[in-house]
């Protein structure tokens, strides 16, 4: 018996297919999100590489951004909620939890059973969020997979003061133009980011241990910025980009 988790996303569609004993057997990562052919695709890129049909699941749940808009799924859950099962599920140590996605970011924290005590949520603005690195690399005119490396041979950090894409954008290109070199401008980037994100964990309260998800815990500059503004060490889980399409289909098996 197979169960399946659909997290649509506002940049990415993730899929995760486990069995009765809970083992992780498919995945499949497009990146397109909520609104496009992202579900289709990676649909049929799962089953494509994938030895299980349609009629082996016994049951789904979605979750995400975009799970108003899918109608295909047994059941619909939070994303708050998948992604506090996936990481518990993954690393029961787990009590503080650091989601950036492409749309917003969200911190929540959970006991050791994986139920949520408590959760802030920054939806109203790019900062903060996989979307304002994603802007900023167009800047930059450089691949978002990239600028984790990139960040690693900055030799010092230029303060991005904007915390608004537009005007940080504005910003970047004047330090672009005055010369600043491309690693030492991307530091800057992750460092705004990182300071937006930890003002937003403090005002939830967070305890240790701690974990990233989403696509952006993938940037290891990223992560290096958000380790030096919470003073702490992150636990980044294996396919930190599954976490809420895992625990979707955790709730799927539960449910059946």
């Known amino acids: 018996m197979f169960f399946l988790g659909i997290d649509i996303g506002s940049s990415a569609t993730k899929l995760v297919v486990i069995d009765e004993n809970r083992n992780m057997i498919g995945r499949s990562v497009i990146q397109l999100g909520t609104g496009t052919s992202g579900v289709e695709n990676a649909v049929s890129n799962l089953y494509a590489s994938h030895d299980f049909h349609p009629e082996d699941i016994m049951g789904s749940v979605v979750t995400g951004y975009g799970r108003k808009q899918f109608g295909s799924a047994d059941t619909e859950i939070s994303e708050i909620s998948c992604h506090a099962k996936g ?138 910025a958000l380790e030096q503004e919470l003073n702490a060490r992150l636990i980044i889980p294996c396919d930190p980009q599954l976490t809420g399409a895992l625990g979707a289909a955790l709730y799927a098996l539960e449910n059946y």
Do not use: W
Request: glycine content about 10%; proline content about 2%; some cysteine.
């Open 87 to 224: 990481v518990s599920f993954l690393t029961p140590s787990i009590r503080t939890i650091i989601d950036i996605g492409g749309q917003d970011t969200k911190v929540i924290r959970i006991d050791g059973k994986g139920k949520i005590q408590d959760f802030t949520m920054n939806d109203k603005c790019a900062a903060g969020t996989g979307r304002f690195i994603s802007v900023m690399s167009k800047v930059l005119d450089i691949d978002i997979a990239d600028m984790g490396s990139i960040d690693k041979e900055a030799t010092e950090i230029i303060s991005i003061s904007n915390t608004c894409a537009v005007f940080a954008e504005s910003e970047v290109i004047s330090k672009l133009s005055s010369g600043c070199s491309i690693p030492n401008i991307v530091a800057g980037i992750h460092q705004s980011v990182a300071r937006r994100v930890a003002g937003l964990a403090y005002r939830n309260g967070i305890e240790p241990d701690l974990a990233l998800t989403g696509g952006v815990a993938q940037n290891t500059g990223m992560v290096r």
